[in-house]
């Protein structure tokens, strides 16, 4: 899987590779394949991939099934990267400029009731 390259992307060229062989007469059983998706993955997804290896039979794990749970495992790290984003950007400073004017007490104790109420 190349860099920056998503699960759908790397299937598709995964698939005309196997079909560019297919048609040299190599062929994979789907036992093959579904252990070669999982090893090309990078290392970010090992846990998913120790998951998979884990809960499913390798042997009989269809090749839609792999590649439905990848997908929705990088949909889920998407949102998850997503909210953080959005939850930086959230987080704003926010600062009062300060001026000093010749007005009394009064108007900046009124000034300051206003800011506070509108916080």
């Known amino acids: ?5 998503n ?3 790397m ?4 698939t005309n590779i196997i079909n560019s062989l297919q048609s040299l007469n190599k062929c994979y059983t789907n036992s093959e394949m579904v252990r070669k998706i ?14 998979i290896e884990e809960a499913k039979d390798l ?13 929705t495992h990088e ?11 959005q939850d ?3 987080k ?7 001026s000093t004017t010749d007005s009394s007490e009064e108007d900046s104790d009124d000034e300051m009731a206003l800011i506070t109420r509108r916080l």
């Open 75 to 85: 949909m889920t790290i998407k949102n998850h990267e997503d909210d953080e984003e």
């Open 7 to 9: 699960i759908f992307g």
């Open 38 to 51: 999982l090893r090309c993955l990078p290392k970010s997804w090992m846990p998913k991939v120790t998951a």
């Open 11 to 14: 299937f598709v060229r995964f």
């Open 88 to 90: 930086k950007k959230k």
């Open 92 to 98: 704003k400073v926010i600062a009062f400029k300060s």
């Open 1 to 5: 899987m190349k860099e920056n390259e």
């Open 59 to 71: 042997n009989t794990l269809p090749l839609e099934e792999l590649l439905g749970s990848l997908m």
